[in-house]
């Protein structure tokens, strides 16, 4: 049998119901700040004993160290990794861009074989046909004599007719690998077209940031999240992947924003990456430092706290859910959705579907992603300046 069982907090008393021999904690502690604190948040520690319910709360507050420890060391351990990685990844553009050049001495040789290839296989098209009119030619008298010979004859025949087919068939399916695939399959930065499809599993970015690009003009992407990359190591990658050059009057060409190259964006981006190359490291200096890390975990436990207390209908977390979740999930999903916390698709995937509960990704990487960074505060083109205008 239920009853009403009424207990203080701040700002009046409140009534809950509660089962025979079912004692509310928070009315047994002592009246303290944590206890207001708890009542206000919409927590309930229901249990039979003040000693126990500290054991909880103290097995709580335990268990968010350990978790707050672990997500720094993972944090520290996945930055030194990436940094492993770019330079074994620089390491490695080097001797592709040595060896780019015996490639292409490779290829020169092989478009002279298929060249003695194609001849040679003229010469044979050529025999066949002599010897095939030659055999026309004989006399009706041994062929008559003979009828052996003919049946024989014609087996070959029909043995070379097949060889011919194949290898036209070959040819054909040859031709067709040699041809570009279709626009909507390649990226197009500064009307030059190229396929990034194999580079897509080895992009340093991740495998979302390099598909946002893929089917359309993405020169404006490509400078802005490349404009403190390491250009010579960019401008290689690209050279081995170039299919076609697109001219502006072409009809399947976006051309619906030009970028400029003009000297004053060339020298503010070689100052802008000189100073930063003079003032931390390339790689993981970027990185956020002990500090922001706690701060953003701190958030982050806040928010979950903040939520069950909205949940149940309390004022203060009503309040504090916003600014705890804008400085705690949010960010994850900031930067989740710009590839910039891990290398790894799914990580950055993970972090941005938790952070972003409250709006869809898809949408977000449209309009944020591509349209923003794309044409940063330009009115009429960035969708941004739509939601956020004054």
């Known amino acids: 049998m239920s009853e009403r069982f009424t207990y203080p907090a701040p700002g009046g008393y409140f009534s809950v119901p509660t089962q025979k021999d079912y004692w509310v904690i928070l009315e047994e502690l002592p009246v303290s700040p944590p206890r207001r ?16 319910c500290v054991a909880s709360l103290a097995l709580s507050t335990l268990l968010a160290l350990i978790t707050v420890i672990i997500y720094v060391a993972s944090s520290r351990t996945c930055c030194s990794m990436r940094a492993r990685r770019a330079w074994a990844a620089e390491r490695r553009a080097d001797s592709q861009a040595n060896n780019s050049s015996n490639n292409n001495n490779n290829t020169n040789n092989n478009n002279t074989n298929n060249t003695n290839n194609n001849n040679n296989k003229n010469n044979k098209n050529n025999n066949n046909n002599n010897s095939s009119h030659a055999q026309t030619h004989q006399p009706q008298a041994s062929v008559s004599g003979d009828p052996g010979c003919s049946e024989g004859k014609e087996q070959q025949q029909q043995q070379q007719q097949q060889q011919q087919q194949q290898e036209q068939e070959q040819e054909q399916q040859q031709q067709q690998q040699q041809q570009p695939p279709g626009e909507s399959q390649l990226w197009t930065v500064h009307n030059q077209r190229f396929d990034l499809r194999e580079f897509m599993a080895r ?9 946002l690009g893929q089917g359309r003009n993405c020169t404006e992407l490509f400078e802005s999240y490349h404009s403190l990359a390491n250009e010579k190591l960019v401008r290689a990658t690209l050279a081995r992947h170039y299919v076609e ?9 976006d051309c619906t924003f030009e970028w400029q190259e003009t000297p004053f964006y060339d020298e503010l981006k070689r100052r802008v990456r000189a100073h930063f190359d003079r003032k931390q490291h390339a790689v993981f200096g970027h990185h956020a430092d002990f500090c922001q890390w706690m701060q953003l975990v701190v958030f982050i436990l806040g928010s979950g706290f903040a939520m069950y207390g909205f949940m149940c209908g309390k004022l203060l977390s009503m309040t504090l859910l916003p600014f705890c979740y804008w400085w705690g999930p949010s960010p994850c999903m900031h930067d989740g959705s710009h590839f910039s916390i891990s290398s790894k698709p799914w990580v950055n995937r993970l972090l941005a579907h938790i952070g972003g509960a409250h709006m869809s990704l898809f949408s977000w990487y449209h309009q944020h992603t591509i349209g923003h960074h794309s044409h940063t505060n330009i009115p009429g083109r960035d969708p941004d300046l739509y939601h956020f205008s004054i």
């Open 37 to 52: 604190i708890l009542g206000l948040v919409g927590w309930r520690v229901l249990d039979t004993s003040y000693d126990e």
């Open 203 to 211: 992009h340093p970015g991740g495998y979302d940031a390099i598909a």
């Open 245 to 253: 050059h697109v001219p502006k009057d072409a009809p399947d060409y």
